[in-house]
């Protein structure tokens, strides 16, 4: 193995989120060099289900999303700081779901989901906050990037408008707006997008999983495509520009850490088009 693949520095940090009483772990992944070139600022990316996207030993699906190794071998990518952030493991669901699920064939006496403004505030008001003070970021919107899946696509499409004056790119993978689709199209209609956004979109032919077939009726995998193709559709109404949007739609790629990873280096490159 290449001994440069260990320059690059990963942090552990604990934060507390109030509205839980809790910490969370949050990591942050400095550029090589980052001690040395101590006049550089940097772009921050932030990744939701943070657990997946370093390491593949602590993976929920055993395989991750291959950060650093992206980081190494696509040398055309700019020095970034990567934060990832962990997810709530069994409360993952409610942090990551704006609003409550009423659109699923859930038994009456579950609830889910409607925490996710909270846990949104907590990224932007304390983790953003924080990795701005302690390390040599670019803090303004426009070197300020989030990426999710998943359902962590759906709090960072959620983020996007929420936040669009301090986020500037979204990487939006296998987005699972289904689950609440009648509460986003409402909040995104009455909300005015930012054309200066730049959003990477994208989507397999084979998504869905057992746990997502138990959330709703009908063919799961043309769900997560009319997902993708109306958000895509939303940004434009919104007047996003064409060209700030990136949709792809690959044949026969899974819900999982493995089709995402292999596609975020063309992200991030979209992303960071504009980063100086």
């Known amino acids: 193995m ?143 990037a989030v990426i999710g899946s998943s359902l962590g696509g759906n709090i960072s499409a959620f983020m996007g408008i929420e936040y669009k004056e301090q986020i500037g790119g979204l990487g939006i993978f296998s987005l699972a707006n289904w689950i609440t689709s009648k509460a986003f199209d409402s909040y995104i209609a009455g909300k005015e997008l930012d054309p200066e956004q730049r959003v990477y979109i994208q989507v397999g032919t084979q998504e869905g999983d057992d746990t997502d077939r138990q959330m709703m009726y009908g063919n799961m995998k043309q769900a997560y495509i009319d997902c993708s193709l109306k958000y895509y559709k939303q940004l434009i109404k919104g007047s996003v520009p064409i060209d700030s949007i990136r949709l792809n739609i690959f044949a026969d790629e899974e819900h999982n850490e493995k089709a995402w990873a292999k596609h975020l280096p063309e992200c991030l490159r979209f992303l960071s088009v504009k980063w100086s």
Do not use: C
């Not at 839980?20 to 060099?33: A, C, G, I, M, T």
């Not at 190494?72 to 934060?83: A, E, T, Y």
């Open 2 to 144: 290449n001994q440069s693949y260990f320059y690059l520095k990963l942090e552990t940090h604990q934060l507390h989120m109030s509205y839980k009483n809790e910490s969370r772990r949050v990591r942050v992944l400095l550029p090589k060099n980052y001690d040395k070139d101590v006049a550089e600022n940097y772009p921050v990316v932030y990744m939701h289900d943070g657990q997946n996207v370093f390491y593949s030993s602590e993976a929920y699906s055993g395989y991750s999303w291959k950060v650093i190794p992206a980081i190494k071998q696509n040398s055309d990518l700019p020095k970034m700081i990567i934060v990832g952030i962990d997810n709530a493991g069994q409360d993952r669901i409610n942090e990551y779901t704006p609003w409550k699920i009423t659109e699923s064939p859930l038994p009456e006496d579950i609830e889910l989901g409607g925490r996710g403004a909270e846990f949104a505030e907590f990224v932007m008001t304390v983790v953003k906050p924080f990795i701005d003070d302690h390390y040599r970021t670019k803090a303004d919107k426009y070197h300020t």
